[in-house]
Structure formats: structure tokens, C-alpha cells
């Protein structure tokens, strides 16, 4: 059974703090690794993934594969009142079909 | 512009009703799935089709059924077998390998 884990939350932080969002997964043989954000009432859309082990960076959002230690990381800097949403690890592997975390509740705080 | 709509975006049923929720991309993606969220959980998959005319299923069939006769099209109908149907369903889709997205999603309720 392929396993997606992450921390529950809820992360609170402040606002213009740095937001570090965890999770760990079971397959080793995972390849493909994305970060969705879903607001609450809403769908999950899609804001990074990575498939190479090391960080990828999109404005203020910084994705950390680590292969090795089966652990991928989601940085948001300077935090705003709008990141404030449910965070979705997504991890697939050979049969491309990705198995989701349970996601974690970020709150940013002005 | 290109994306992926469900509808209708409210479902209310009567328990023992089948009810089709409807999935449309534009994306010219391969691949669509069905998944159901329910409160505090993550996402749960029901079916999923890599080609036309073809489907698999998921982790949590029992109770929906599925055809993919279009590439665009791939709708889920919720059978009267399934015993908790009261959900938010989300219906996704990805160009093979990469990653998914999803449509807005159709939140069910039956009584």
C-alpha cells in the first residue's frame, strides 16, 4: 500500500514569515511529486511539481525533493493571508496514477 | 480557454436515485479521473481512464460505474449501491505521466 503523509496542521504562522510545509511517502520507486492547494469549498489546483531531487523554485513557492530520505517539502516566503488553505502532497510513481497526503491546513495570521 | 468543467456544481438526490455527474476537458488530455473527498479526508480514488474506451478502477469502485466513449467526456454515475454517497466528487485529468488537473468539482448530498 503506497503511503502519503503528512502533518495535519494546522501550521499557523505569521504573516511575511516563511511557511514549511512536510511530507513523506512510502514507494520507493516514486518519481513524480506535486504540491496542490485547495481552498476550502473549492478544487485543489496545482502549484509545483518536481521530478529531480534537489529544490525548484516558482516566486515565492520553493519545492525540496530528497529521494534518499523519501521526502518532498513545500517553502512559501513571505506568507500572506491569501496562502491560507489546505496544502495537498501528491507522490506517483510507474503506474502514474499519484496517491494523495490527507493534506495540511496552513492559517496565515496578519 | 482550455479546462475541465463538471456539472451541475449542487446535487441534491433522494436515497435509492442513480445520479450521473458530468466531466468535459478541453485540455486534449488522455487520462481522466474521479475522485471523492469527503470532510478531513483526502482524496479517494474511484475510477480512472488512460485511454477511450477504456477504464480501471480505482480504490473505491463499489457503488459507481463509469464509460469513456469520448476523449473529452467521462462521466460517474452514483448507483443506489452506494452506501454513502454524500460527497464532494472531483473530477481531474493529465496528459499521461504529468501532473493533474482538476475541474471545480460537484458537491453531492443525498437524503
Known amino acids: 500500500q503506497k503511503e502519503v503523509e503528512q502533518n495535519s496542521g494546522p501550521l499557523s504562522v505569521p504573516e511575511g514569515a516563511i511557511a514549511s510545509l512536510n511530507c513523506t511517502y512510502s514507494?520507493?520507486?516514486?518519481?513524480?511529486f506535486f504540491w496542490y492547494r485547495q481552498y476550502s469549498g473549492k478544487s485543489p489546483e496545482l502549484i509545483m511539481s518536481?521530478?529531480?531531487?534537489g529544490d525548484k523554485e516558482d516566486g515565492r513557492f520553493t519545492a525540496q525533493l530528497n529521494k534518499a530520505s523519501q521526502y518532498v517539502s513545500l517553502l512559501i516566503r513571505d506568507s500572506q493571508p491569501s496562502d491560507s488553505a489546505t496544502y495537498l502532497c501528491?507522490?506517483?510513481?510507474?503506474?502514474?496514477?499519484?496517491?494523495f497526503g490527507r493534506g495540511t491546513s496552513l492559517i496565515v495570521h496578519p | 480557454d482550455g479546462g475541465i468543467t463538471q456539472s451541475p456544481k449542487y446535487l441534491f438526490r433522494k436515497e435509492g436515485q442513480n445520479v450521473t455527474l458530468s466531466c468535459e476537458q478541453n485540455?486534449?488530455?488522455?487520462?481522466m479521473y474521479w475522485y471523492r473527498q469527503d470532510p478531513g479526508q483526502g482524496l479517494r480514488l474511484i475510477y480512472y481512464?488512460?485511454?477511450?474506451?477504456?477504464?480501471q478502477k480505482g480504490d473505491i469502485a463499489e457503488g459507481y460505474s463509469v464509460s469513456r466513449e469520448k476523449k473529452e467526456s467521462f462521466p460517474l454515475t452514483v448507483t443506489s449501491a452506494q452506501k454513502n454517497p454524500t460527497a464532494f466528487y472531483l473530477c481531474?485529468?493529465?496528459?499521461?505521466?504529468?501532473?493533474?488537473?482538476f475541474g471545480p468539482g460537484t458537491r453531492l448530498t443525498v437524503t
Open positions: 518536481i521530478y529531480s531531487n
Open positions: 501528491a507522490v506517483s510513481g510507474g503506474s502514474y496514477i499519484p496517491t
Open positions: 481531474a485529468s493529465s496528459a499521461s505521466v504529468y501532473e493533474q488537473y
Open positions: 514507494d520507493r520507486v516514486s518519481q513524480s
Open positions: 485540455l486534449n488530455h488522455d487520462a
Open positions: 481512464s488512460q485511454i477511450v474506451n477504456d477504464f
